[in-house]
């Protein structure tokens, strides 16, 4: 892997990636996640959002048919709920909530009891008139990041579980990667079979993201490593683990932190995997994208690293918090957006547009000043272009947003060309 600066250019035509802001809720007690969410497939797009310090998880109906802010409604309170992901559990159409919790004062201070995974169930037709029901999956302690698929086979919902740490206060142990499976009873169960993936290879994993494979879903993990793919070789029935980069290393002597942070996977035309972007390190101040050497999948390839930007410098810690990509201009490439948490001037929402990928040459844009902790998209509004989603980052003992909010954008893209006659 080699390591370069890539290039970016506020010059391109007359592209202009707009969005037209609409807030959703105002003076939260907290902020961390939020997650679009569809009830069942008759139901607009709505979101689901919570924070640490409240542990409320609510429900917020589709943004376009309100005018006036959300309060949300609340469809369970948990203990310092940190990562979810949401799936169809039960089979019966309507979308539940993968949800871990008890996590601890902070990612080193963690409750040595918690890491705790649970399934809320979809009540349905009562989705306004009660909290919903736990169901309790397994547990590891700093349980961090949760994401449903089908990893090793495709007959019943899987869920990957990841924790930052193996125990409190203590970095330098390997922390495991668990895979949950499907009981036979899904209502009934005590708790899910799992595996251990690996308990060897990964430290302080923060962010992984999942894309599909030949047949199965596959996971890229951001940790101590850098960018890592994870995988099950269906003709060998083995995991395999491949490192994609190193991440940054150049601050560790100074900080301690390195690696990487987050992690988003970028298509451009047929290609599935054509780039992928990070924030590093570990809640870092850099934005890098690594790029293939040659248009292939991800099986033997090089990959080049270009660092298109730095934001501030870490003292312990940077702004960086979350990336996500999608084709927001319908070109048929995806562009990224990063989430800077704050202090200003290092806070908001900048998006990226891949100009020469070969070069790594992106133009990019500021399109939101709001902190945000997480992004989340789908087309709200049902216009066919996709709109964004954040919640502001509220954590004690790390960054508290004044005014947290929660805030849509509305995709308003527009090419001056296209309003010529």
């Keep these: 892997m080699v390591t370069a600066f890539g290039q970016l250019t506020s010059d391109y035509g007359s592209y202009s990636p707009t969005f037209e802001k609409k807030l959703i809720e105002s003076d939260r007690k907290d902020g961390y996640c939020v997650q679009a969410f569809q009830v069942d497939d008759r139901t ?41 992901d949401k799936a169809d559990i039960t089979g019966n159409g309507y979308q539940d909530i993968v949800v871990c919790f008890q996590y601890g004062r902070t990612h080193l201070d963690t409750d040595p009891d918690g890491g705790k995974l649970v399934w809320l169930e979809n009540p349905g037709e009562n989705i306004d008139k009660k909290l919903w029901t736990q169901h309790y999956i397994g547990r590891s302690i700093s349980m961090h990041r949760v994401n449903v698929g089908h990893f090793t086979q495709t007959e019943r919902w899987e869920i990957i579980g990841l924790p930052v740490l193996s125990k409190p206060f203590d970095e330098l142990s390997p922390t495991p990667v668990l895979l949950f499976r499907q009981p036979d009873n899904v209502l009934n169960a005590t708790e899910w079979p799992y595996e251990i993936i690996d308990q060897k290879y990964f430290h302080v994993i923060h962010e992984v993201t999942v894309f599909k ?60 995997v054509s780039y992928i972007v990070a924030t ?63 202090p200003s001037p290092t806070q908001g929402v900048y998006y990226y547009k891949p100009i020469d990928l070969s070069r790594g040459v992106f133009s990019k844009w500021k399109v939101s000043d709001d902190s945000a902790a997480r992004i989340t998209f789908a087309d709200f509004d049902y216009d066919g272009l996709l709109d964004f989603a954040t919640i502001s980052y509220n954590v004690p003992r790390y960054y508290e947003a004044e005014n947290a909010s929660i805030n849509i954008f509305y995709n308003r893209f527009v090419r001056i060309s296209d309003l010529l006659p």
């Excluded at 310090?53 to 802010?69: H, K, R, V």
């Excluded at 790029?291 to 940077?318: A, F």
Aim: include cysteine.
């Design 280 to 342: 590093e390190p570990f809640h870092g101040n850099m934005v890098a994208v690594y790029v293939k050497t040659m248009n292939n999948v991800l099986k033997e390839i090089q990959w080049k690293r270009y660092v298109l930007d730095v934001y501030g410098h870490p003292e312990g810690e940077g702004p960086l918090h979350h990336v996500i990509c999608a084709d927001f201009d319908k070109d048929g490439d995806d562009e990224f957006l990063i989430a800077l948490r704050g």
């Design 44 to 84: 607009p797009i709505g979101l689901v959002a919570f924070g640490l310090t409240a542990g409320e998880i609510n429900l917020y109906q589709n943004p376009s048919t309100t005018i006036e802010p959300q309060k949300g409604t609340l469809i369970q309170k948990l203990d310092t709920p940190v990562g979810m």
């Design 213 to 272: 494979g030949d047949q199965l879903d596959n996971i890229l993990v951001a940790s101590r490593e850098g960018i890592t793919w994870v995988y099950f070789n269906q003709k060998l029935k083995q995991w395999r683990i491949e490192r994609i980069g190193d991440g940054e290393q150049g601050l560790r002597e100074e900080t301690g932190i390195y690696g990487s942070g987050a992690v988003a996977v970028g298509r451009t035309g047929k290609d599935s």
